[in-house]
């Protein structure tokens, strides 16, 4: 059993995010989305609301496991005996970045790989970051991430 992890901190989980685990769901035989936290980075939402939102945006892909783990992720990765690291790549500027990260695991997750899965190309500007400032000023985000993440988003900046 081929086992792969998509890492990331999905705050909030986007159409680009929903592309890439569904992609990478077709090819392997299980795959763990793992909510990482960061104590480092400030978040808009929990790592709790955040794997909610992931959860319900990939319920029917039977072979997804959502989890969260803080730490790195070459513990995750043996502690679940993962074979596979999952990276999207959406431009340039982020093969640089994913090109350290890939080389960095390589040294730390013994005998795992990195496989990079270049996001569709309607997805290739977008960012959790950008999908919280439009929502900030109120503007629509609907066109980038599903009417559930949508309300939660909304709901979090109500505030």
């Known amino acids: 059993m081929i086992k792969a ?3 990331g901190s999905f705050d909030p989980i ?6 890439i685990a569904r992609r990478a769901s077709r090819l392997f035989d299980e795959l763990h989305v793992v909510v990482m936290e960061n104590k480092q980075k400030r978040y808009a939402f929990t790592v ?11 319920k029917d892909v039977p072979n997804i496991r959502v989890e969260s783990f803080s730490g790195l ?7 679940n005996k993962i074979n596979v690291v999952i ?8 093969f640089e970045y994913e090109m350290q990260m890939a080389l960095a695991n390589k040294e730390i997750l013994n005998g795992v790989e990195t496989v990079f899965l270049m996001t569709d190309k309607s997805f290739s500007f977008l960012s959790s970051s950008l999908v919280k400032e ?3 000023f109120g503007g629509k985000i609907s ?3 599903p009417a559930y993440v949508e309300s ?3 709901e979090k900046f109500a505030r």
């Not at 986007?14 to 592309?19: S, V, Y």
């Not at 709790?48 to 990939?58: I, Q």
């Not at 992720?73 to 502690?79: P, V």
Request: proline share 2%.
């Open 87 to 94: 990276r999207g790549l959406r431009a340039v500027t982020d």
């Open 14 to 19: 986007t159409f680009g995010h929903i592309d």
């Open 5 to 7: 992890a998509y890492p």
């Open 48 to 58: 709790e609301e955040r794997m909610e939102m992931v959860r319900e945006c990939l």
């Open 73 to 79: 992720l070459a513990e995750y990765t043996l502690k």
């Open 152 to 154: 939660k988003v909304f």
């Open 134 to 136: 439009v929502a900030s």
């Open 143 to 145: 066109q980038w991430v």
